[in-house]
């Protein structure tokens, strides 16, 4: 059984799962489906479009599958997807998808702190903490574990790997390689997110392999050349991701 405040507005098309509670002035548009166990604690839109996992916890002013702040966006059906355990605090904003990819997708246990907004099509992986009043433009890819601290800035089009670090504040139009820690202004690489990775469970070994890449690639005049460099270091699934993130980046890799 659903607990739905009597000063709550669902529309009757909306699908609810069970176990759900839905705090006073919330609204719940139709062609919106959510599972069970998800908490909205109050004044929360979710908009048509909207298809949300289990166990949620949605803070006052969230707006969810917003119509996308894109001026090509036509009215046509698109979604926003959105896992699993995820912790989206006050004012956030997630615009679904628009003709380009047709979803925005949201993993599962992020952490999105308030006033943060997620542009249409961009895709969040997993355990992702991405700080107050960030900005994430269209179609940005941000990996699984990646740490953003508050007030950054993203370009549309980039990707973000797994297990970086952004310091707060940053400005960046180009795509941001896994495992590394980016701050200062202009932003730039800044090493390994050393911390992070332990925490992680990251081996010295690991650790210590992943650095070596990265002073190879940082320190070529030739990326190609770096890039054969780094395969000569050995088999590593770490090795292959930094490898293909790179080779496939269309935004450039940010500089060292």
């Not at 009757?12 to 609204?27: E, Q, T």
């Not at 006050?90 to 997708?105: D, F, H, L, Q, Y």
């Not at 650790?207 to 940082?218: P, T």
């Amino acid at each position: 059984m659903n607990n739905i405040h009597p000063l709550a507005v669902v529309h009757p098309d909306a699908k609810l799962g069970d176990g759900n509670i839905i705090g006073p002035f919330c609204v719940i548009d139709g062609d919106v489906e959510i599972g069970d166990n998800n908490r909205l604690l109050s004044h929360v839109t979710l908009h048509q479009g909207l298809r949300m996992g289990n166990g949620n916890e949605v803070f006052p002013g969230a707006s969810l599958a917003t119509k996308p702040q894109d001026l090509k966006y036509k009215g046509e059906r698109t979604y926003c997807i959105i896992g699993d355990n995820n912790s989206i605090r006050e004012n956030v904003t997630i615009s679904r998808g628009t003709a380009s990819k047709g979803k925005t997708v949201i993993g599962n246990g992020n952490l999105m702190m308030e006033d943060m907004h997620i542009a249409h099509d961009c895709v969040v992986g997993d355990e992702c903490v991405i700080g107050a009043s960030t900005k994430v433009a269209g179609e940005i890819t941000i990996d699984s574990y990646a740490i953003i601290s508050a007030c950054v800035l993203f370009h549309q089009f980039m990707r973000i790997g797994s297990y970086v670090m952004v310091q707060g504040g940053c400005r960046l139009p180009m795509d941001i390689p896994p495992f590394v820690t980016i701050g200062k202004e202009p932003a730039r690489y800044c090493g390994l997110n050393i911390v992070g990775l332990r925490r992680r469970g990251f081996s010295e070994e690991r650790i210590n392999l992943i650095h070596d890449a990265y002073r190879i690639y940082y320190s070529a005049a030739i990326k190609n050349d770096a890039l054969n460099e780094i395969r000569a270091l050995g088999a590593s699934p770490d090795l292959d991701y930094i490898i293909t993130f790179i080779e496939n980046s269309k935004r450039g890799i940010i500089r060292g």
